[in-house]
C-alpha cells in the first residue's frame, strides 16, 4: 500500500516524499480510508506509530479540497487538543511540514507563557489549531476562539489527560463542540472512564487498535540491568560514558529524581538537562531544543513531560527507575526505534522493582532479555540487594536473603542463557 493509493491529495503526497515517508504505518494505513470516509475513529495507539500523520493526513486532504477558490479571512476548522506543550509544538511542526505545499495554516496554544503571541495568531486567522485543554479554554472564554466553523476535531493522547487531572476541561470543551462534526480520539489504553470519554465523544464510529507489543518488541531491542538503588547512578554514568555520540533519554520516576540524576551526572562530568513539569517552559523548549539539535546528549525526563518527545537520532532509551504502570515502559521505549528505526532501551531494576518488570513482562508477552554482569551489582543499599555474587558460608546471617536473591535472579529460567546471548546484542 502507498500514499497515493490512499488517494490524499497531490499537495500532501508531494510533502511526504520530501519528508522521506516511503509507505503509510499500519495505523495510517488502517485509519486514514476510515477518515476519508468521513467516519468519526477511536484510535487505540500510542505516539511513535505514525498517529499524527493518521489524523493529520486526512485533515489536511479534506481542508484542501475545501479550500480551492475560497475567499476571506481563515475560519477555524480543525482543532487538535492533546496534553502537553511538547507534544502541541510537535503536532504543530508535522502539520506544518505535511501542509507545507497546500495553504493552509495551523497554530499552536498552551499555557505556561504569556498568551499576546496566541492571541495574534488566533486573530489573523487560522484553519487547524493545536491546543492543550487548560489554555484552550482560557481563550475560548475570553472570546478569542469560536468553534462555529469547526468541523474535524481530534482528541489526542486521552489517557494522559486522564492522568493528568484534565478530564473536567475535556467535558467542558466537548459540551462546546458543534454537533456536526467529524471526531477522532485517540489513546493508548482503554480503562473505563476513557471508554466513558469516547462514548460522549464519538458519533459512528470505527475502531483502529495498534498493539502495543507490535510497536515495541520488533523494533526496540531491549535489555535490563539488575543493579542496587544506590548503584544506579554509577553504572547510568558508566553506560554514557561507553556511548559519548548517542542521544539518549533517561527516564526518571519523579521531578525530584530526575533532578537528582542531573547532578549526579554532572559529578560526573557528564553533561545532562531535567525537563519535567517545575521546569519553566523556556527551560524545557531550551534543553529539549539543545537535545535534538544534538548539542546536549543526555536528557532526563519524567513521563509526562516526555510524551511524544520526537527526536530523530535517538539511540537509546534508559529507565533509570521502572515504571509503576506497565503501559508507561510500552511508551517510554517507543521513544526509540520511532516509525522505520530501530533503537535500544536499557532498563534498571533494583529489588524492589522486580514486581514491577514481571507486569511488564506480562504485558508486553516477553522476557525482557538479561544483560551481562556488570561492576556496579555489589553494594548494600536500602533495597537490601548488595554483595549477591559472593559465595556464602553455612553460617552467614544473609544467607537466606542471599538465597532469595539468587533465587529470584535465576527464577526467569532462561536467564543465564539470555546473558550469554546478549552480551554483544548492543
Ligand atoms: P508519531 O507517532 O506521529 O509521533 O510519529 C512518529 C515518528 O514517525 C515521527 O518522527 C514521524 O515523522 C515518523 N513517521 C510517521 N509516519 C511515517 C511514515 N509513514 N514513514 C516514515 N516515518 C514516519
Given at each position: 500500500m502507498t500514499f497515493k493509493e490512499l488517494g490524499l491529495a497531490e499537495p500532501i503526497l508531494k510533502a511526504l516524499q520530501a519528508e522521506g515517508y516511503e509507505r503509510p504505518t499500519p495505523i495510517q494505513e488502517q485509519a486514514i480510508p476510515i477518515l476519508l470516509k468521513g467516519k468519526d475513529l477511536l484510535g487505540v495507539a500510542q505516539t511513535g506509530t505514525g498517529k499524527t500523520a493518521a489524523f493529520g493526513l486526512p485533515i489536511l486532504h479534506h481542508l484542501h479540497n475545501a479550500q480551492n477558490g475560497q475567499q476571506g479571512k481563515r475560519r477555524l476548522k480543525a482543532l487538535v487538543v492533546t496534553p502537553t506543550r511538547e507534544l502541541a509544538i510537535q503536532i504543530g511542526e508535522s502539520l506544518t511540514a505535511y501542509g507545507k505545499f497546500t495553504h493552509l495554516r495551523n497554530t499552536v496554544i498552551f499555557g505556561g507563557v504569556k498568551q499576546g503571541k496566541q492571541v495574534n495568531a488566533l486573530r489573523n486567522g487560522i484553519d487547524i489549531l493545536i491546543a492543550t485543554p487548560g489554555r484552550l479554554l482560557d481563550l475560548m472564554n475570553q472570546g478569542f476562539?469560536?468553534?462555529?466553523?469547526?468541523e474535524f476535531v481530534v482528541l489526542d493522547e486521552a489517557d494522559h489527560m486522564l492522568d493528568m487531572g484534565f478530564i473536567h476541561d475535556i467535558k467542558k470543551i466537548i459540551a462546546k463542540l458543534p454537533p456536526k462534526r467529524q471526531s477522532l480520539f485517540f489513546s493508548a489504553t482503554m480503562p473505563k472512564d476513557i471508554v466513558e470519554l469516547s462514548r460522549k465523544m464519538l458519533g459512528d464510529y470505527e475502531r483502529v487498535t495498534i498493539k502495543p507489543e507490535q510497536a515495541t518488541a520488533e523494533k526496540v531491542e531491549q535489555g535490563v540491568y539488575f543493579v542496587s538503588k544506590g548503584n544506579k547512578p554509577k553504572l547510568l554514568a558508566h553506560l554514557l560514558q561507553g556511548r559519548p555520540d548517542d542521544s539518549v533519554l533517561v527516564f526518571s520516576r519523579t521531578k525530584h529524581g530526575a533532578d537528582k540524576i542531573v547532578r549526579k551526572l554532572n559529578q560526573a562530568d557528564i553533561s545532562s538537562a531535567a525537563i519535567h513539569g517545575n521546569k519553566s517552559q523556556p527551560a524545557r523548549q531550551k534543553a529539549l531544543g539543545n537535545f535534538k539539535d544534538g548539542k546536549l546528549k543526555v536528557l532526563v525526563a519524567t513521563d509526562i513531560a516526555a510524551r511524544g518527545i520526537d527526536v530523530e537520532e535517538l539511540s537509546l532509551v534508559i529507565n533509570y527507575d521502572l515504571p509503576n504502570v506497565s503501559e508507561t515502559y510500552v511508551h517510554r521505549i517507543g521513544r526509540t526505534g520511532r516509525a522505520s528505526a530501530s533503537g535500544i532501551a536499557f532498563s534498571f531494576c533494583d529489588q524492589e522493582e522486580r514486581p514491577l518488570l514481571r507486569d511488564i513482562e506480562k504485558l508486553i508477552k516477553q522476557e525482557v532479555p538479561r544483560m551481562p554482569e556488570h561492576q556496579f551489582v555489589g553494594g548494600e543499599d536500602e533495597a537490601g540487594?548488595?554483595?549477591?555474587q559472593r559465595p556464602q558460608r553455612a553460617?552467614?546471617?544473609n544467607r537466606n536473603r542471599n538465597r532469595n536473591q539468587n533465587r529470584n535472579s535465576n527464577s526467569k529460567g532462561s536467564q543465564n542463557q539470555n546473558r550469554g546471548r546478549n552480551r554483544n546484542r548492543f
Amino acid at each position: 500500500m502507498t500514499f497515493k493509493e490512499l488517494g490524499l491529495a497531490e499537495p500532501i503526497l508531494k510533502a511526504l516524499q520530501a519528508e522521506g515517508y516511503e509507505r503509510p504505518t499500519p495505523i495510517q494505513e488502517q485509519a486514514i480510508p476510515i477518515l476519508l470516509k468521513g467516519k468519526d475513529l477511536l484510535g487505540v495507539a500510542q505516539t511513535g506509530t505514525g498517529k499524527t500523520a493518521a489524523f493529520g493526513l486526512p485533515i489536511l486532504h479534506h481542508l484542501h479540497n475545501a479550500q480551492n477558490g475560497q475567499q476571506g479571512k481563515r475560519r477555524l476548522k480543525a482543532l487538535v487538543v492533546t496534553p502537553t506543550r511538547e507534544l502541541a509544538i510537535q503536532i504543530g511542526e508535522s502539520l506544518t511540514a505535511y501542509g507545507k505545499f497546500t495553504h493552509l495554516r495551523n497554530t499552536v496554544i498552551f499555557g505556561g507563557v504569556k498568551q499576546g503571541k496566541q492571541v495574534n495568531a488566533l486573530r489573523n486567522g487560522i484553519d487547524i489549531l493545536i491546543a492543550t485543554p487548560g489554555r484552550l479554554l482560557d481563550l475560548m472564554n475570553q472570546g478569542f476562539i469560536s468553534f462555529r466553523d469547526l468541523e474535524f476535531v481530534v482528541l489526542d493522547e486521552a489517557d494522559h489527560m486522564l492522568d493528568m487531572g484534565f478530564i473536567h476541561d475535556i467535558k467542558k470543551i466537548i459540551a462546546k463542540l458543534p454537533p456536526k462534526r467529524q471526531s477522532l480520539f485517540f489513546s493508548a489504553t482503554m480503562p473505563k472512564d476513557i471508554v466513558e470519554l469516547s462514548r460522549k465523544m464519538l458519533g459512528d464510529y470505527e475502531r483502529v487498535t495498534i498493539k502495543p507489543e507490535q510497536a515495541t518488541a520488533e523494533k526496540v531491542e531491549q535489555g535490563v540491568y539488575f543493579v542496587s538503588k544506590g548503584n544506579k547512578p554509577k553504572l547510568l554514568a558508566h553506560l554514557l560514558q561507553g556511548r559519548p555520540d548517542d542521544s539518549v533519554l533517561v527516564f526518571s520516576r519523579t521531578k525530584h529524581g530526575a533532578d537528582k540524576i542531573v547532578r549526579k551526572l554532572n559529578q560526573a562530568d557528564i553533561s545532562s538537562a531535567a525537563i519535567h513539569g517545575n521546569k519553566s517552559q523556556p527551560a524545557r523548549q531550551k534543553a529539549l531544543g539543545n537535545f535534538k539539535d544534538g548539542k546536549l546528549k543526555v536528557l532526563v525526563a519524567t513521563d509526562i513531560a516526555a510524551r511524544g518527545i520526537d527526536v530523530e537520532e535517538l539511540s537509546l532509551v534508559i529507565n533509570y527507575d521502572l515504571p509503576n504502570v506497565s503501559e508507561t515502559y510500552v511508551h517510554r521505549i517507543g521513544r526509540t526505534g520511532r516509525a522505520s528505526a530501530s533503537g535500544i532501551a536499557f532498563s534498571f531494576c533494583d529489588q524492589e522493582e522486580r514486581p514491577l518488570l514481571r507486569d511488564i513482562e506480562k504485558l508486553i508477552k516477553q522476557e525482557v532479555p538479561r544483560m551481562p554482569e556488570h561492576q556496579f551489582v555489589g553494594g548494600e543499599d536500602e533495597a537490601g540487594v548488595g554483595k549477591e555474587q559472593r559465595p556464602q558460608r553455612a553460617n552467614n546471617p544473609n544467607r537466606n536473603r542471599n538465597r532469595n536473591q539468587n533465587r529470584n535472579s535465576n527464577s526467569k529460567g532462561s536467564q543465564n542463557q539470555n546473558r550469554g546471548r546478549n552480551r554483544n546484542r548492543f
